[in-house]
Nanobody
Framework: QVQLVESGGGSVQAGGSLRLSCAAS????????MAWFRQAPGKEREGVAT???????SYADSVKGRFTISKDNAKNTLFLQMNSLKPEDTGMYYC?????????????????????????????WGQGTQVTVSS
């Protein structure tokens, strides 16, 4: 059974840090393109960062220099280190595993300003972890 379980969310003040984790099971994690997304109330889900099987990363402009995506293949775990948090970073954070190269490329396009098109994505999704940043 495939599972992606996020953890590490919470409430912090602006300028603070959080480290999100996404524990994966039920599939060969290391060969997948992985990604973090977030969704604020009333808004579409947006891409935050991706990391492919070779370790190459992409980031949304809004988080560049503040967030770092990484993974530990031995532990089947994806991470998102979030520093210098801002109130606009508030939202539900989801991890995802792209099931094919096309979806991985669409994730990267989304991060670079593309439109959210869930019908075009073939991926596993976690249930999310809430991040709240107060000013």
């Amino acid at each position: 059974q495939v599972q992606l379980v996020e953890s590490g969310g919470g409430s912090v003040q602006a300028g603070g840090s959080l480290r999100l984790s996404c524990a994966a099971s039920g599939f060969t994690y290391s060969t997948y393109c992985m990604a973090w997304f977030r969704q604020a109330p009333g808004k579409e889900r947006e891409g935050v960062a991706t990391i492919d099987s070779a370790g190459s990363t992409s980031y949304a402009d809004s988080v560049k220099g503040r967030f770092t995506i990484s993974k530990d293949n031995a532990k089947n775990t994806l991470f998102l280190q979030m520093n210098s948090l801002k109130p606009e970073d508030t939202g539900m954070y989801y991890c995802a595993a792209a099931l094919d190269t096309s979806t991985c490329l669409r994730f990267i396009q989304l991060i670079r300003g593309g439109a959210w098109s869930p019908q075009k994505y073939s991926a596993y999704w976690g249930q999310g972890t809430q991040v709240t940043v107060s000013s």
